[in-house]
């Protein structure tokens, strides 16, 4: 791990860094400065020339490298990386709780939960970090950017350690709602169990009938929608909205059980189907909503239980472009 960045955030966003090897084990350095060796690095992606000459890229004490500094093995040098131009996501991030370790949040659907590839500055972080004035607020635990609903931050670094492990032990109740086509042949409630596996690179996610299960989701059907709540979505099936309570964390665990059930998430752009949507087309929204969640706090004691204000269907709004 780095020492702490000389540089501040930016608009919530902590400063990118590398690090150059650690020794040169006696052979000819390949970058003669640190400049050719930043080329090397992330030359693909950033002017390095113009950033060295904006004093853009800085060392552990804040220092700019500068053009004719030489390399040197296991040196830090941290920058801002430049931020392109995003659709701005609609929906509100709504502040359920927030005291002194944690913040519950309740995001809407295609934000994205941390910065990453086309989704930084339009993630719950970075936009957060700034609205809240906490530069540091970082999610316990995974939310697909199509899915709404909460998630727990923790309010500084001191006080992570303590909620991500609570979540892999596994002493999280965490509650969903989620619409999708009702099956007059299938028995509800039903516990699916099965060994799900993801792929670097791959969007679905596969079952091996193989393995051992790895994952386990209990499926409940509240009621059938009501006839405003189907025209929000449109033509289409019976459907109603199910009770889903995950008691493990695989990666689209909850979108793949449905399906394998017969019955895919409403608005699912990956199961069964691929769907090359727009990043900017926010029309159809995934009828998946973390809905609730349970735990003792490992920091106080304190019984804890806070849910989502969102409600089932999700309304789409219309595309951008």
């Known amino acids: 791990m780095p020492p702490r960045s000389p540089l501040p955030p930016r ?54 490298v500068r053009a004719s500094d030489p390399y040197a093995p296991h040196t830090f040098v941290w920058f801002h990386r430049e931020l392109r131009e995003e659709a701005a996501v609609p929906g509100e991030v709504r502040v359920i709780a927030r005291d002194e370790r944690i913040v519950v949040l309740d995001k809407p659907p295609f934000l994205a939960s941390i910065p990453r590839g086309r989704h930084v500055s339009e993630s719950v972080v970075v936009r957060m970090r700034h609205e809240l004035g906490l530069p540091e607020l970082t999610p316990m635990h995974r939310l697909d950017r199509i899915t709404s609903g909460l998630l727990l931050m923790a309010t500084e670094r001191r006080w992570r350690g303590a909620y991500q492990s609570m979540f892999m032990r596994g002493e999280v109740t965490k509650t969903y709602h989620a619409v999708a086509a009702i099956r007059e042949d299938l028995a509800l409630p039903v516990t699916v169990r099965n060994h799900l596996t993801k792929t670097r690179g791959v969007w679905q996610a596969a079952v091996d009938p ?3 299960p790895n994952s386990e989701s209990l499926i409940e059907l509240e009621r059938e929608l009501n006839p405003a709540e189907e025209a929000v979505l449109g033509e289409g099936p019976r459907r109603g909205i199910y009770r889903l309570t995950p008691r493990t964390g695989k990666t689209h665990q909850l979108r793949m059980h449905l399906w394998g059930l017969g019955i895919p998430i409403e608005g699912d752009p990956l199961y069964p189907t691929v769907l090359d949507a727009p990043v900017d087309d926010f029309s159809t929204p995934l009828q998946l909503l973390a809905s609730g969640l349970r735990f003792t706090d490992p920091v106080d004691g304190t019984a804890r239980t806070f849910a989502s204000t969102r409600e089932l269907p999700v309304q789409g709004t219309s595309h951008t472009t």
């Open 11 to 64: 608009l919530g966003l902590d400063a990118a860094w590398l690090c150059t090897e650690d020794k040169d084990g006696g052979a000819p350095r390949p970058w003669p400065l640190m400049r050719d060796w930043l080329v090397h690095r992330v030359g693909a992606h950033i002017d390095v020339d113009a950033f060295i000459a904006e004093g853009r890229f800085v060392t552990e004490s804040g220092a700019p």
């Open 210 to 212: 193989d393995a051992a």
